[in-house]
């Protein structure tokens, strides 16, 4: 890890990576109707709420290993409470923004043995820090290609995540 780390900013390319997919999140998520945030297309697919809630969990539970912490209850229970807690847009923005200013923190304040830290997540994989980290951001990007397919459901065929 030493390597790359001297080789290239990983600090700074992660951070950069994760505010602006989670910046290209929150244009999509105004992009919905209100109304929208907590409802299902077709009574089958997952509410926005729990789309953000999916996506937020991970960056939370990442977050708390870069400081050697865990995060309470069951995954079950985390993703009700998060779900319940981001029922409207604003709520989205704010709670995400908040989630991922505090996991850019904590990257850029882990030092090289931190990010190479090996951890066995919740379901049981064995990954460096660095690497969930990643996998976090790419998790909030994951999403958002959803909330855009919702958007097609409702009628909306434009890219809001690319204007400005």
Not at 81 to 109: E, M, N, P, R, Y
Not at 149 to 164: A, F, P, S
Request: with cysteine; hydrophobic share 45%.
């Amino acid at each position: 890890m030493s390597q790359v780390i001297e080789g290239i900013d990983v600090r700074g390319h992660l951070i950069g990576w994760a505010k602006g997919v989670t910046g290209m999140f929150i244009k999509d998520i105004n992009a919905l109707p209100e109304d929208k945030i907590t409802a299902t297309m077709g009574g089958c697919t997952r509410p926005v709420s729990e789309l953000t809630a999916d996506a937020m969990g991970l960056v939370l539970w990442v977050t708390a290993a870069f400081k050697g912490q865990t995060l309470a209850g069951s995954e079950e229970e985390q993703m009700a409470a998060l779900t319940a807690k981001l029922a409207t847009k604003s709520a989205i923005v704010q709670h995400l923004g908040s989630a991922v200013d505090d996991f850019c923190a904590a990257i850029a304040s882990a030092n090289d043995e931190t990010l190479a830290k090996v951890v066995t997540t919740p379901w049981g994989m064995e990954s460096s820090l660095y690497s969930l980290a990643h996998t976090a951001v790419s998790h909030i990007w994951y999403h958002d290609g959803q909330l855009n397919y919702i958007q097609t459901l409702l009628g909306d065929g434009k890219v809001h995540w690319m204007e400005e």
